[in-house]
């Protein structure tokens, strides 16, 4: 089944330490994204990546880290310098650039989600 | 910047009638897509409906329309015959950049909670 995956479903993360989220896609999407979404709010932009090696920061990036070295996925690193990492973290990706139609390229299609917890 | 405004935390509706979302946005673009999406308690996000700024004609998708007023800057999503299963938070969507080749993300309101009673 085509789709995004995201590992883990749960992640807790202790004072001072680095964690790692996964999401890997086979939808043959160019881009990938990575939203905050925090309690009874919308989503926010961390970082998004056009292109393998390539990637820009959204409107939240302070305290996180990507990386891009396969197509297929898009790594968050959430660092000790982020001070209030608890969130649920999505990660989306879709069609960009010369690939795919118009519309195609405009749909993100999404993750079921990590919801990371400090202990 | 662009910005997404729903002006409703949340909503009900009784089973089987019609409930209108609200959504405002404010933009200097003149291309560009909006959409709506759902989210039930699985916290999966799920797209239920885009609307292309250029077409006149508001978008359907089964049981869910929208009323796509550009000079409003105002995208509102109709559900008709609600059922229980509609019971999610929506959040209505804007991306600019509708040739997807500057990377441009979605921006996000806040969603509105909707609660379909029996």
């Known amino acids: 089944d085509g789709g995004i995956t995201q590992s883990p479903k749960y992640l807790f993360r202790k004072e001072g330490q680095n964690v790692t989220l996964s999401c890997e896609q086979n939808l043959n999407h160019d881009a990938m994204y990575w939203y905050r979404q925090d309690p009874g709010q919308g989503l926010r932009l961390i970082y998004y990546?056009?292109?393998?090696?390539?990637?820009q920061k959204g409107d939240i990036a302070e305290g996180y880290s990507v990386s891009r070295e396969k197509k297929e996925s898009f790594p968050l690193t959430v660092t000790s310098a982020q001070k209030n990492p608890t969130a649920f973290y999505l990660c989306?990706?879709?069609?960009?650039?010369?690939?795919?139609?118009?519309?195609?390229?405009?749909?993100?299609?999404f993750g079921a989600g990590t919801r990371l917890s400090v202990l | 910047a662009q910005t997404v405004t729903q002006s409703q935390p949340e909503m009900s509706v009784q089973e089987a009638e019609t409930v209108t979302l609200s959504c405002t946005y404010d933009t200097s673009e003149s291309d560009y897509y909006l959409f709506w999406y759902k989210q039930p308690p699985s916290r999966q996000m799920i797209l239920v409906i885009r609307q292309e700024a250029y077409k006149q004609q508001n978008a359907t998708e089964n049981r869910f329309s929208v009323n796509f007023q550009k000079a409003a800057k105002s995208f509102s999503l109709k559900i008709s015959d609600s059922q229980l299963g509609d019971a999610a938070m929506y959040f209505c969507?804007?991306?600019?950049?509708?040739?997807?080749?500057?990377?441009?993300?979605?921006?996000f309101g806040g969603g509105t909670r909707l609660m379909v009673k029996p």
């Open positions: 990546s056009q292109i393998v090696n390539d990637f």
């Open positions: 989306a990706s879709s069609f960009s650039g010369t690939s795919g139609s118009r519309l195609a390229k405009n749909i993100q299609y």
């Open positions: 969507a804007y991306r600019r950049d509708p040739l997807g080749n500057a990377g441009n993300m979605l921006t």
